[in-house]
């Protein structure tokens, strides 16, 4: 190695080496770049440091079909904006504390109340108890009217501006959501680019995938070189055929039964080991070869729960936690103890909660959808802290989770019926984070004008579609930056190719220092 090289900064290195890669390529080429950089780099630094000193773990919760967190965030009491809450949102309001001669006659308040700085009274969706509990203990914060955008949008500006591809619809939003790419087709994920980017620098040891779902395959974590590993619910994915955990054909030591299902196993394996001359045959014997090697990596992983003395089981028990979201956050939970076993200083992981798209009966779904939602992140918050208790390597502040959703709903209901009444899809939302890390008990970005045709609504009759005052971009590149990306840097353009376009969530003005 030249002398020159070792007395570069990291820095200087990545200034010097990408100077020109943004204008030279796609998305993709200028990603390989200032990957293979990025290797360089941590090379001519001697590597990086082992699990467990500088590990982090970033954690997607994504509410599919478009939750209503206009019935999340509810102004209450004596906050200028409760009366108009009560009055337009009719059959689908929390009772608030506001007497509406139709549904709350007697001025009952069902809401969670909340504390927040500078701001005036508001109260969470009461199903919310333990994400209340942890707004209170300033452990989550909330990240106000936050959406797509292909560059700032106002009401005025909203015939001219560049708007985002198909938007209200779903599978764009959820799309675009995820990319955080507004104005062209989905390429790739932005935690796939974070992980394309970096994996080579935190991740030396790695002994499977940076990118872990709970959920099955998604477009946050899809496009990019280094696949997404699956994971069920609980633990490891396993061929079928063969009996739970392979019990129909294993032995407890690992050899193969004498039966026909082990001469089977047996056989299958010996295949699988074989060199294919034909290209397909040689990708399937490999994605089955890596498959059977990161089963085995997650299966010893989820061991070290029962070897700190953990009991997730009795947490999420203790908590009301069962099924879906539930299941996959303790699987995360479990992934993240078991960390050391994966050897990754990053780690990204997804879960997801469907039936949020509720045009119809609002008032039954979503307190059951936000109470299931609830119980979970209070069962996975407990975990992590209780981590942070059993493992001296461990720390409440490595781990932040994040929500995010298609879009919100229309602030007027479709109805007037409280028994079948919904909500329309519409834009500008709020997301939640939680985690030791998050400065908490507190909103960020900005809350907006609850009106009808008001400042922060799309013109033209549009029932109350909050245009967004803070950008996907925005949003994902603080968590990024916690994360490992430096703000300002040729990494995080290249992540977040529209970022310029917003001002710098980094700033003090942004109002983005939630992390």
């Not at 779902?213 to 633990?235: I, K, P």
């Not at 549009?462 to 990306?485: C, E, H, K, M, Y």
Request: glycine share 10%; net charge negative.
């Amino acid at each position: 190695m030249s002398k020159l090289l070792k007395n570069i900064s990291r820095r200087q290195f990545l200034k010097a080496g990408t100077c020109g890669a943004m204008t030279i390529g796609p998305l993709v080429n200028t990603i390989a770049q200032l990957s293979l950089i990025n290797s360089a780099s941590a090379s001519a630094l001697g590597g990086g440091a082992l699990v467990g000193s500088d590990y982090k773990a970033l954690v997607c919760i994504f509410l599919r079909g478009g939750c209503d967190t206009n019935n999340v965030l509810i102004p209450i009491g004596a906050n200028p904006q409760a009366a108009t809450y009560a009055s337009d949102r009719g059959a689908v309001a929390v009772p608030n504390g506001i007497v509406h001669p139709t549904y709350n006659p007697s001025g009952l308040n069902s809401t969670i109340p909340i504390t927040v700085p500078g701001q005036d009274e508001f109260g969470l969706h009461p199903s919310l108890v333990n994400l209340a509990a942890m707004f209170g203990a300033n452990e989550a914060s909330f990240i106000n009217n936050v959406g797509t955008l292909s560059e700032p949008t106002t009401q005025n500006g909203y015939s001219t501006t560049s708007l985002p591809k198909q938007l209200f619809s779903h599978s764009d939003q959820v799309t675009q959501w995820m990319s955080s790419i507004a104005d062209k087709p989905y390429t790739s994920g932005w935690g796939a680019r974070v992980a394309d980017l970096y994996n080579d620098v935190w991740n030396l040891n790695s002994q499977t995938s940076m990118m872990i779902t709970a959920a099955g395959t998604n477009q946050f974590m899809s496009g990019g070189a280094l696949n997404q590993y699956s994971v069920t619910s609980s633990g490891s994915i396993s061929l079928t055929g063969f009996g739970t955990n392979y019990a129909s054909a294993q032995n407890a030591d690992g050899s193969y039964k004498t039966n026909s299902t082990g001469e089977r196993f047996k056989a299958l394996e010996r295949i699988m080991q074989y060199s294919h001359a034909h290209i397909i045959e040689e990708g399937y014997s490999e994605v089955i070869r890596s498959a059977r090697a990161n089963e085995a990596i997650i299966t010893e992983a989820i061991k070290v729960e029962a070897e700190l003395n953990i009991d997730y089981d009795s947490i999420w028990t203790s908590y009301g936690a069962d099924g879906g979201v539930a299941d996959e956050l303790k699987a995360v939970a479990r992934l993240i103890t078991g960390r050391e076993c994966l050897g990754n200083n990053r780690q990204i992981f997804f879960v997801d909660l469907g039936g949020f798209d509720n045009h119809a009966d609002i008032n039954g779904d979503l307190p059951v959808l936000l109470g299931q939602l609830d119980r979970a992140i209070g069962a996975f918050n407990a975990a992590m802290k209780e981590l942070d208790t059993k493992d001296a390597n461990f720390a409440y502040d490595k781990v932040t989770t994040f929500q995010a959703s298609d879009f919100n709903r229309t602030w007027t209901p479709n109805g007037t019926d409280i028994g079948t009444a919904g909500t329309d899809h519409a834009w500008g939302s709020h997301s939640f984070v939680f985690g030791g890390a998050v400065n908490g008990g507190n909103f960020f970005g900005t809350y907006p004008e609850l009106s009808v045709g008001g400042i922060d609504d799309v013109p033209s009759g549009s029932r109350g579609r909050w245009i967004p005052t803070t950008s996907v971009d925005q949003f994902a590149a603080v968590l990024a930056n916690w994360f490992g990306v430096p703000a300002g840097s040729s990494e995080m353009q290249t992540i977040f190719p529209n970022l310029y376009r917003f001002d710098d969530p980094f700033a003090p003005a942004a109002n983005l220092g939630f992390l």
